[in-house]
């Protein structure tokens, strides 16, 4: 027999094996004739792996998910180790390769959290409980559910799009037990097939770096053409401006403190205040002066975010600002000092909010 204590990580491993194997000797597998009945199981392997850009992170887990005979009803245990400050869980659409809209929720949202010996959350999600792509649509969802196009996403503080996700596969038909005695006989369901690993996909979309092209712009240089300006000495007639005194008229153009209505552009603008919900800013996009300080506030019941930058299915911030997580009540500001048109989106929803500020001169 081996001694000395297991790590942490081991006593974790083991505790979630255990819970799944809870999960899936689940009461009533077998009715009173024995025969099995209709319940479809399905599984998901969480790491950071798997997450669209590939997540560096120790944490990983695992949800299963139990869909009841008479499929009015998806029942889970969500599971997470070595993981800190998680914030919300949800089971969104798309394939392993693409960050797809979130559909359910399945833990949050919630104050930062670290989960009580990998237990995050459990429940039930039904018809009601569907979101977006989904809503009002319980067979599409089973659908997509059965062919491996949804998939688990856990988000945290430190990773508002995810930390560890993993593509919700189908576990198999548990095997039925055999009659052999008119005793009632127990069905060994547990075992049934651990699958869900298969999604390490992701990694493809390590793409976004072909962005270097950007170097090109070396092209500037170009414009040395600008010592053909030596002309200049042409201006040398510039004695002909003796005409000058005549602009003593210039006094006239005291006028120009009218231009003082300026400042008025510094104060009107003072700030504009934009909503976030479920899911969208509002308003959306908004053209505002140089110097205006534009304000983000969590109207919503979720967190959110607004980062700078091109959203969608693979997000690409740009790093002009990032709020980080707000919490529903909670807001952020930024001042626009120069022109330009700045993109944004929330990092925790990538592919259902975005918005634009266009700054004027």
């Known amino acids: 027999m081996a001694s ?15 819970s799944v194997l809870a999960l899936l000797v689940a009461p009533s597998a077998v009715n009173a004739d024995g025969a099995s009945n209709s319940i479809e199981r ?20 695992r949800a299963i998910f139990a869909l009841d005979a008479e499929q009015s009803g998806l029942r889970y245990r969500l599971h997470a180790y070595d993981i800190e400050d998680v914030v919300q869980a949800h089971i969104h659409f798309g394939d ?32 009601d409980d569907l979101l977006g792509d989904f809503a009002g649509d319980w067979p599409g969802f089973l ?22 996700r993993g593509q919700i596969v189908p576990l198999g038909t548990p095997p039925s037990a055999t009659t052999t005695t008119s005793e009632d006989t127990t069905t060994t369901v547990a075992p049934t097939t651990t699958v869900a690993p298969t999604t390490t996909v992701a990694p ?19 414009t040395t053409v600008a010592p053909t300006t030596t002309v200049a000495p042409t201006t040398t007639v510039a004695p002909t401006t003796t005409v000058a005194p005549t602009t003593t008229v210039a006094p006239t153009t005291t006028v120009a403190p009218t231009t003082t209505v300026a400042p008025t552009t510094t104060t009107t603008p003072s700030e504009v205040s934009i909503s976030m919900g479920e899911f969208f800013y509002e308003p959306a996009t908004v053209t505002v002066d ?6 983000w506030t969590n109207d919503g019941a979720v967190v959110h975010t607004t980062t700078s930058g091109t959203g969608g299915p693979t997000p690409v911030p740009d790093g002009i600002w990032d709020s980080g997580i707000l919490n529903p009540g909670q ?16 990092a925790v929803h990538p592919t259902l909010m975005s918005g634009t500020v266009t700054v004027t001169s």
Do not use: K, Q
């Open 143 to 164: 659908t997509a559910l059965r062919d491996g196009l949804l998939y688990v996403n856990v988000h945290t503080v430190a990773n508002p799009a995810g930390e560890i």
């Open 204 to 222: 493809t979309t390590t793409v976004a770096p072909t962005t270097t092209v950007a170097p090109t712009t070396t092209v500037a240089p170009t």
């Open 96 to 127: 392993a390769a693409t960050n797809g809209p979130v559909v359910a929720f399945l833990f949050g949202p919630a104050d930062p959290t670290a989960p009580s010996r990998g237990r995050l959350a459990r429940g039930v999600v039904g018809p």
């Open 42 to 61: 399905f599984g998901a392997r969480l790491s950071g792996a798997n997450e669209v850009p590939p997540v560096e992170t120790a944490a990983f887990g």
């Open 4 to 18: 000395g204590t297991p790590t942490r990580t081991r006593i974790s491993r083991s505790l979630m094996v255990v």
């Open 331 to 346: 807001s952020f500001s930024r001042t626009f000092d120069s022109a330009g048109t700045f993109t944004y989106y929330c």
């Open 290 to 295: 140089a110097g205006t300080v534009v304000t």
